[in-house]
């Protein structure tokens, strides 16, 4: 049982290059999220899909697009990549949007230079 | 929104030694608190979770006690063994935040043999 599945693992990009992170999860959840990870901040939503078809903002948005594809998939674009941009980044999935355990993915690390 | 603030950043513990971790939350509304552990190189996971319709959970070495007059919970582990060492996420959900879960900082734990 893969779980959640996140590509790539590791990824260096240039200021103002462009990438899209990939995120599956097999366990038909409804719920998809992304969050990224910095030093000392804990970990902070930056988009949520509730279900199929919906997505809204996190904690912090900008900077970044989501695409929903289908049930399994919740991909993050980056469209012109920042030195800020640099974290790790999470996908989590839960069977329905509240007060249920989330299942994360084991990160992309990203560094923008 | 909600805030969650998470004390220690770090906590260094001898082998059997209990350990405690503390958080507190910002929204009056929020009902779920899930704590999350995060080995190097992984994805946090999920290791006990608490809903304000009680007051105390426990897993084994493991126990979450939540108070909502005053808006805090904390974490338990007692006896604890070298392979506790990781890092220790505390988050809340609910009310305003429902199906976003709001992480704290973190606390890195090591156990010394």
């Known amino acids: 049982n893969a779980g959640v599945t996140q590509t790539p693992k590791f990824q260096v990009l240039k200021t103002g290059q462009s990438m899209t992170l990939q995120c599956a999860q097999d366990?038909?959840?409804?719920?998809m999220y992304w969050y990224r990870q910095d030093p000392g901040m804990g970990l902070r939503l930056i988009y949520y899909?509730?279900?199929?078809?919906?997505?809204d903002k996190g904690e912090v948005p900008n900077g970044y697009n989501v695409s929903r594809l289908n049930k399994r998939e919740f991909s993050l674009r980056l469209e012109s990549a920042a030195p800020s941009q640099t974290s790790v980044y999470f996908c989590?999935?839960?069977?329905?949007?509240?007060?249920?355990?989330?299942?994360f993915g084991q990160g992309t690390r990203l560094t923008v230079v | 929104g909600e805030n969650v603030e998470q004390h220690p950043s770090t906590l260094s513990v001898q082998e059997g030694d209990s350990a405690v971790i503390k958080c507190t939350y910002s929204?009056?509304?929020?009902?779920?608190f899930p704590w999350y552990k995060q080995e190097l190189g992984k994805g946090p996971q999920l290791i006990i979770d608490?809903?304000?319709?009680?007051g105390e959970k426990k897993d084994q070495r493991i126990a979450v006690t939540l108070n909502k007059t005053a808006k805090h919970f904390s974490l338990h582990i007692t006896e604890t063994q070298p392979e506790d060492s990781a890092v220790y996420f505390c988050?809340?959900?609910?009310?305003?935040?429902?199906?976003?879960?709001?992480f704290g900082q973190g606390t890195i734990l090591t156990v010394h043999p």
């Open positions: 989590a999935s839960s069977v329905t949007g509240g007060n249920t355990e989330a299942f």
């Open positions: 366990m038909n959840h409804n719920s």
């Open positions: 899909s509730a279900s199929e078809g919906t997505t």
């Open positions: 988050a809340a959900e609910g009310g305003t935040s429902y199906g976003k879960l709001t």
């Open positions: 608490i809903r304000s319709n009680v």
């Open positions: 929204d009056s509304a929020s009902n779920y």
